[in-house]
């Protein structure tokens, strides 16, 4: 049935395919379906199958931010990477959900449109970062979107404004209610000397792969900060850097990181991440709250 269905709208779709390469920490969860709509219109008619048809499903950017805990989906991940067109009008850019957010960055800073600098080195998609209100250098997302559209739960498309999408640390109206799904984004930027942005960039680009483990697979950070403290420090001062659950590992290069040796499954990311929220709670007081998002 689901076959047929797919067929008639001519999308790209997969069966019982490895999400290794969909998923930044490159573990090797299987799933039932995967499909790519091509255009909104796809995705709103996969959705009422899905829902018609009593399957589960995640829709994804580019796996930057979740853990998938099993070693199988029993249901559909849904990829928006063909959402990834762009208009710029002076300095206003509108691009689509599955456009990269590192490439968009580097793109407009070349162009002298400031604003987006901090998202260089951010490895998301744009309509899952704005979703996650992500963030870097005391910057973030809800200071440069103007507008976001959605496909609400009703399946209608509609268009919402900055001061609806009830932006806070990490966190928006799209982690709260995940029935709304972002299509396209139209940011506000500001005109400033491309060189000088692209400069930054750069500079930024170095202290990250000094700092970070980025020749490792990994999710980004692991945890928010904590209102006045750093979760990485906390993390290193108990002693976890290293420290590793099956192919999971605390990072030695930066301890709010976890990384992936080689072989980690998502159970053991979350096992390790429960290890660390343990160690973190009994030392300090602190609960950490995770960043990432787990996939049952």
Do not use: W
């Not at 996969?46 to 950017?61: E, M, P, Q, W």
């Amino acid at each position: 049935m689901i076959r047929d269905f797919i067929k008639n709208l001519d999308i790209e779709f997969y069966e019982n395919i490895s999400l290794r390469k969909y998923n930044t920490y490159r573990l090797d969860t299987i799933v039932k379906y995967l499909v790519f709509p091509n255009n909104k219109e796809d995705l709103r008619e996969v959705l009422k199958f899905l829902k018609s048809n009593d399957i589960k499903y995640v829709v994804l950017g580019n796996g930057s931010n979740v853990i998938f805990k099993n070693d199988y989906y029993d249901g559909m991940v849904i990829l928006l990477n063909k959402f990834n067109s762009i208009v710029v009008d002076g300095d206003i850019v509108e691009v689509g959900a599955g456009y990269s957010l590192p490439k968009l960055a580097l793109e407009v800073s070349k162009m002298g449109l400031g604003g987006l600098e901090f998202a260089a080195g951010i490895p998301g998609l744009v309509g899952a970062s704005v979703a996650m209100n992500a963030g870097a250098y005391n910057s973030s997302m809800e200071e440069v979107v103007e507008s976001v559209l959605v496909l609400d739960e009703e399946y209608n498309f509609v268009v919402l404004k900055k001061d609806e999408l009830d932006f806070s640390y990490r966190s928006s109206l799209f982690k709260k209610n995940k029935n709304y799904i972002i299509i396209s984004v139209v940011m506000k930027l500001e005109n400033s000397d491309s060189l000088e942005l692209v400069d930054k960039i750069n500079k930024r680009r170095i202290k990250r792969v000094e700092s970070q483990p980025l020749d490792m697979p990994s999710a980004g950070s692991v945890f928010r900060n904590p209102d006045g403290m750093y979760a990485g420090e906390l993390i290193e001062k108990c002693g976890l850097k290293g420290c590793s659950v099956g192919g999971a590992s605390v990072s030695l290069k930066h301890a709010n990181f976890i990384v992936n040796n080689g072989n980690a499954k998502g159970s053991d990311i979350v096992s390790l991440i429960k290890k660390i929220q343990d160690e973190v709670m009994d030392k300090y007081g602190v609960l950490l709250i995770l960043e990432q998002i787990i996939i049952d």
